[in-house]
């Protein structure tokens, strides 16, 4: 569905994307990840055609974004500001989508209508600021894109209306194979719902992966020898360790069973695998990446 190939931009001479490359499949919700200017709303940007790269190629379908007005029909991007007409009312604003986008479905605005249980006919500007990004959803949801852009998507919303929106963005993807991609600061929501990673820093791809792949390859362990002796960690490849009285903590990174054996191998009192979360796991790849992370363990 999305095939980004070796994008390359610059603003005033400062690369911001240096050789980015990644496919996304149909109907998969991808989150793209990273560090404050890492350039996330940058490549969003471009996969929604509103800018052009200095080189590379962005493509949906086989076909390049920028300027295809055929392309952009079916694809919608929320920018982390939504946007509307000054003074229009979503009844409107609706009108105005549904002259834009060839799949606006007319039922879906009237049974989201009762969903999100706002006025179409008030102005949009007087509604507050989750409001009015419960429009942009409805508005959006209402087009049936092919693929949907996110950009900080639930800043604003309260936690029901998030927990709405995300049963929407799912049934579309599991009926009718939309494609998501969402960049977040909010790894909860991204864990929750993602099921493709991706990890941009300074302005190249970290780390790239599907989510249970992501979370099979990094593990959390906790392990205590006799005599408070110490896990001979030279044939692991062990990101973070960390004292807790007689325990130690340890983020391995590897094939499972390997650590698994390495450290039964050298007779723990006590080997315990401990759930790690996308958060953990983002901090852990950022740090080995070199982005300062201190002890901001959970
Ligand atoms: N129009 C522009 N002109 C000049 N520089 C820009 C422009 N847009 C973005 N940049 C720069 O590009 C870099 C990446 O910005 P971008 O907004 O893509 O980052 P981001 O990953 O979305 O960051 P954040 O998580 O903080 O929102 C930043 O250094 C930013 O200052």
């Given at each position: 569905m999305i095939n980004i190939k070796h994008l390359h931009k610059t603003f005033d001479r400062t690369q911001v994307l240096n050789d980015v490359s990644f496919t996304v499949k149909r109907g998969s919700i991808y989150g793209l990840l990273g560090s404050n200017g890492a350039g996330k709303t940058t490549l969003l940007r471009m996969l929604a055609g509103?800018?052009?790269?200095?080189?590379?190629?962005?493509?949906?379908?086989?076909?390049?974004?920028?300027?295809?007005?055929?392309?952009?029909?079916?694809?919608?991007?929320?920018?982390?500001?939504?946007?509307?007409?000054?003074?229009?009312?979503?009844?409107?604003?609706?009108?105005?989508?549904?002259?834009?986008?060839?799949?606006?479905?007319?039922?879906?605005?009237?049974?989201?209508?009762?969903?999100?249980?706002?006025?179409?006919?008030?102005?949009?500007?007087?509604?507050?600021?989750?409001?009015?990004?419960?429009?942009?959803?409805?508005?959006?949801?209402?087009?049936?894109?092919d693929l949907l852009i996110l950009d900080e998507p639930f800043d604003g919303l309260d936690a029901v209306v998030r927990r709405k929106v995300k049963n929407l963005i799912i049934q579309d993807v599991a009926d009718r194979s939309m494609t998501v991609m969402i960049s977040s600061h909010n790894l909860r929501e991204v864990e929750d719902i993602c099921d493709h990673i991706g990890i941009l820093h300074k302005g190249s791809i970290l780390i790239e992966k599907e989510l249970d792949d992501l979370k099979s390859d990094i593990h959390k362990v906790q392990v205590a020898f006799r005599g408070g002796k110490d896990l001979d960690a030279s044939q692991l490849d062990v990101v973070y360790q960390e004292k807790r009285g007689s325990v130690r903590l340890y983020i391995i990174r590897g094939d499972e069973k390997i650590v698994e054996e390495e450290i039964n191998s050298q007779g723990p009192l006590l080997y315990d695998r401990l759930p790690l979360t996308l958060e953990e796991i983002f901090i852990y790849e950022m740090g080995g990446a070199g982005y300062a992370i201190e002890n901001i363990i959970v």
């Open positions: 509103i800018i052009k790269q200095n080189s590379g190629e962005v493509q949906i379908e086989d076909q390049p974004v920028f300027e295809n007005i055929e392309v952009k029909s079916r694809q919608i991007f929320l920018p982390d500001a939504p946007f509307f007409f000054a003074h229009y009312t979503t009844k409107q604003m609706a009108g105005y989508y549904e002259d834009l986008y060839p799949n606006w479905s007319q039922e879906r605005y009237h049974r989201l209508k009762d969903l999100f249980q706002l006025d179409e006919n008030k102005k949009i500007s007087n509604f507050s600021k989750g409001m009015q990004r419960q429009v942009s959803f409805w508005l959006a949801l209402s087009a049936m894109p």
